[in-house]
């Protein structure tokens, strides 16, 4: 069954700023709804397209979604408070947008005939783990309140799932690399911010092993689930992910990328969340495989500084979500 019309909740986010415009190249008709909390514009590339509709509005608005969604056959959900530090800012507000919001799309969405609802949930939801490969079928064990829920909805999901209404959750890893909407404030992206504009990297820590994944192909993997049949991916949940390394490892990375010569300094934290994150399933039972590494990642960063596409990338808060968040007190 062929799936035309997408329907992409925070699709003017981070993620959703790569992933619509690829969906528009593919052929998709794409309704992005969005509050825009990081700049009007960050869609203006594809405004043009017919097949581009945007709604600025608020997810948690049951009469709107109720309105906005029908006619359309898909839902990819990435609109959340989206880390642990934003979400600890007003944890009512966090569980208003990430849980509840989600509760009540999902049951707008099973009545208005989506047939196919992808979720990004988080590697966080897994908490530490002490194993070399942390696979989807370890137990969950979220530290925080945004992991918490994050892995409430999964439950949500799966327990909605009927003969027409396919669901798939995936696990993204860290996200890096350049978007339109850009965020500055995840691990590959500061550090290479800093490297680059500050001439120090500071690794807070250095032991925590991240997972990592480019954006560009976190934006792919959606369309590559969209070309599934609707049997291979019902109920499944796939970890997505590419490189793992520790904080101080990526930091050396950077360094290489750049040139070498940075410094890095070493601080300590309280952040202790350590995980290596297994994509195997994902390859073994789809096919999919993520390809773009770290070091491109830097190096489009790199590249869009020089271009003059990342202005005042040390202040502006529109880079960091937690800053944002402070300054537009969204209730």
């Known amino acids: 069954m062929g799936y035309r019309k997408v329907f992409v909740t925070g699709g003017a986010g981070y993620v959703g700023s790569v992933l619509v415009p690829k969906l528009l190249a593919a052929g998709y008709g794409v309704k992005v709804i969005d509050l825009y909390l990081y700049g009007e514009g960050v869609l203006d590339s594809s405004k043009e397209n017919p097949e581009l509709k945007e709604v600025k509005g608020d997810i948690r608005d049951r009469g709107l979604l109720e309105r906005e969604i029908q006619g359309y056959d898909t839902v990819i959900h990435l609109a959340c408070i989206s880390n642990d530090p934003s979400y600890e800012l007003d944890p009512e507000l966090g569980k208003s947008i990430n849980y509840d919001a989600f509760v009540s799309l999902v049951e707008v969405a099973k009545k208005a005939g989506v047939r196919r609802f992808i979720y990004a949930s988080s590697s966080s939801v897994y908490g530490i783990k002490e194993g070399q490969d942390v696979t989807e079928d370890l137990p969950l064990e979220p530290l925080t309140d ?94 997505v992910g590419y490189q793992n390394y520790k904080v101080k490892e990526i930091a050396q990375i950077i360094n290489k990328a750049l040139g070498g010569g940075i410094p890095i300094e070493v601080t300590p934290t309280e952040d202790i969340r350590s995980y290596h994150v297994s994509s195997r399933r994902i390859k073994d039972e789809l096919g999919f495989e993520a390809k773009r590494t770290i070091d491109e990642a830097v190096l489009d960063l790199k590249r869009a500084f020089e271009q003059g596409k990342i202005p005042d990338p040390l202040a502006d808060m529109r880079y960091f979500n937690i800053k944002t968040m402070q300054a537009i007190k969204l209730k």
């Open 146 to 239: 945004y992991s918490k829920y994050k892995a409430k909805c999964e439950e949500v999901l799966l327990a909605a799932a009927a003969d027409d209404f396919i669901v798939t959750i995936i696990r993204p890893s860290t996200v890096c690399g350049y978007a339109p909407r850009l965020r500055l404030d995840l691990t590959v992206n500061i550090l290479t911010n800093h490297a680059i504009n500050k001439g120090k990297i500071t690794v807070f820590g250095g032991e925590q092993m991240r997972p990592n994944l480019h954006i560009e192909d976190m934006a792919e993997v959606y369309l590559f689930l969209l070309a599934q049949p609707e049997e291979k991916i019902q109920k499944k949940i796939y970890n």
